[in-house]
């Protein structure tokens, strides 16, 4: 494990769809079996937080607003991500 000195760490923020997960189109992943991270994306998250930067996830989820999914839901697909 590599230490990046306070003046030299980052906080880096990563789009989920498409960056972290596999993007499955138009509405998006609605649940959790949908959710499949990409290869190395979990290993790459680890390395970053590893050296000592912040890694913050963001994700814009029309879906809720539109009624296709419930902010359970979408917990419960963090918490898959999560694992």
Not at 27 to 38: A, H, I, K, M, R
Not at 41 to 51: I, K, N, Q, W
Not at 55 to 65: C, D, E, H
């Amino acid at each position: 494990t590599v230490s990046v000195p306070p003046a030299e760490r980052f906080l880096f923020c990563l789009d989920r769809d498409g960056v972290l997960n596999v993007d499955v189109g138009h509405p998006g992943v609605l649940s959790p079996s949908e959710f499949e991270l990409l290869p190395g994306a979990a290993e790459a998250v680890s390395r970053l937080e590893s050296a000592g930067h912040t890694v913050s996830i963001v994700t814009n989820q029309a879906s809720i607003s539109k009624g296709l999914m419930t902010h359970e839901t979408l917990a419960a697909i963090h918490t898959k991500a999560h694992e």
